[in-house]
């Protein structure tokens, strides 16, 4: 049975675009800021509650994985509700232009892309070196084009993140994949790509993506197992539902992808951030106060409401909206453990993490998901947290008071978890490289701003 999308999303909406819109008329997006602004800093004044309205971005984590979904086709995929202005969209923009991609980012977050024809192949060192998520090209290029050429991402600040998965998985559909001076060379088989069962033998979402776009269009059957769960790739299965795949089992550990000969152009808007909307709910915890989330949900983020509940935050769904509160209560302890979805994001690990510094007793944070995703420790302890490592574990035992410092994070979560920090801190945070938190935030000044935290932007 086919998984409806009214099944399954209540926000995310898609259906098969009239092709007379085209990407010609749509203005790409002004930078924002022509200096060179990566080495900027935030400057954060603590000691304010927060109140006021958020409006959550759509995910970044979905975003991506559409315009990737754009070299499926050669007709004009349309997604509304985009972070466009995001560094990663950007960087992603770039890469896709490369290929042969017409890309166009509107301010009102409708973003119009269009493959007309593949130009290159390769998705050269320079661009996937600035942004992991390059690698999902692979999949849809190989489908489409028959041969790809993508470097290999290297290591990140959060682990050695290696995409043996991805090739593993592409070879089984019969790819002919070399490493060669970096990159990863990869061409598909007379005929294309041959569906398969393909069984992870870990839980990879980034994976899980690429097989899913590159078996949309493969002979027969694929089907994957141990697939990943997260909200953002049900909402791409929508978006390549609406496209003409047939996909089912989206949102199970086991997705059966039919290939077809050719896929269409769609509309679709893209899924509410739940990370974006899990920080913000960190933040008020932390800071307390009382915040209307807009445009979001709460069924995606269980894992995260029910500690959050544990902690002394209150949290009430209204409808789109969320809303967070905590008064004067004090944050109890609590112990969490990041998970593949359905369990607690990895995402929102410092930010929670952050969160428990303030808390009376203690709280355990056990990382199972990434190797070294605890480079916030050290930061935090640096504003006069109390946190012990041992291992995947960090035991957090609360303070009174933290102190504004000067911080530095090279991860995008771990940033934006320095940030929270700031906003209960005594005096001034100032959190370098911003560059890192326009990654994966938009507008993350102004939305702080608008509920009463004293943020603003200096240069670096
Ligand atoms: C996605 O990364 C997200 N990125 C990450 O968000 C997120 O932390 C992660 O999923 C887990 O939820 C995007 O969606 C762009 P994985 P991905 O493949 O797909 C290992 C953020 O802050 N692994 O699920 O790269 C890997 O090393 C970012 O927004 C292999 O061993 O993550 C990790 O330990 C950071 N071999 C685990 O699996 C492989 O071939 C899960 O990684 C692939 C992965």
Redesign the pocket.
Known sequence: MRIAPENIWGNAVSHSLNYKETPDNVVTLPQTDSRPSGMDKLKITGGHRLKGDIRISGA??AA?KHMCAALLTDQPLQLGNMPATLGDVKTLSQLLEHIGVTVGLREDGVAVLQAKNIMSHVAPYDLVRKM??SVIVLGPLLARHGVAEVSLPGGCA?????????IMALKAMGADIDIEAGYIKAKAPKGGLKGAEIIFP??????TENLMMAATLAKGETVLKNA?R?P?IVDQGMALIAMGAKIEGLGTPEIRIQGVSALQGATHDVVPDR?ETGTYMCAVGLAGGEVRLRHTRTDFLSALIAPLQLAGVEITSEGDDVLVRRQDSHLKGVDIMTEPYPGF???LQAQFMAMLTMCQGAGMVTET??ENRFMHVPELCRMGADITVHGHSALVRGVSHLKGAEVMATD??ASVALVLAGLVADGETYVNRIYHLER?YENIVSKLGAVGAQVERCAG
């Open positions: 970044k984590n991506l992991r998520a959060i682990g050695t993140r290696p995409v043996d998965l991805h870990k839980v990879s979402v980034g994976a990943a997260e953002e990370i994001a990895t995402d998901v990434f995008l979560r994966g």
